[in-house]
């Protein structure tokens, strides 16, 4: 084996061990969640859809006067629980049509567990499974990157 073999075993290596540790150490907050769209119940559809365009997002978050969330309305929702039942948007207010107490997690959450409708465990979900997701969704970037190379721009998609 050349000079140039070793080197690149030995950074590869690092790199294993430095993803490994990630793995089984990092939390959800390393993912860099976006700031979320908090809105009263007493607030219409109308003006959930708009400020979720606004900021382009999926949801909003239901939240009562002291912060504390109270629910979740998705774009699923306003297709399922507004237009498909025929309700005005712009006069129906998102304590009607949010899901109540959703789950949820905290920053510092690594495992979480999958349960049935009757709340039966059927499953866990760990850092590492949205990992091996997200590698398995986009092989060609993953596999691509040159050793070492980190995204400068990730929210912006070339061509290539």
Not at 5 to 22: F, N
Not at 58 to 79: N, Q
Request: hydrophobic content about 40%.
């Amino acid at each position: 084996m050349g000079e140039f073999e070793d080197e690149y075993s030995a950074a590869l290596e690092g790199e294993v061990r430095e993803t490994r540790g990630a793995l089984l150490n990092d939390t959800i907050s390393v993912l860099g969640p976006a700031d979320p769209i908090c809105l009263p119940g007493t607030a219409t559809v109308h003006e959930a859809v708009e400020t979720m365009l606004a900021r382009r997002q999926a949801g909003v978050l239901i939240t009562d006067a002291a912060g504390r969330l109270t629910g979740i309305f998705t774009e699923r929702d306003v297709l399922t629980r507004v237009v498909g039942k025929g309700l005005d948007a712009r006069k129906t207010v998102l304590d009607k049509v949010m899901t109540r107490n959703p789950e949820a997690l905290t920053a510092r959450d690594r495992t979480v567990p999958l349960v049935d409708a009757e709340r039966r465990p059927i499953g866990v979900v760990t850092v590492n499974d949205v990992i091996r997701w997200l590698a398995n969704l986009f092989p060609e970037a993953v596999l691509n990157l040159p050793p070492g190379d980190t995204l400068k721009r990730p929210s912006e998609i070339d061509a290539g």
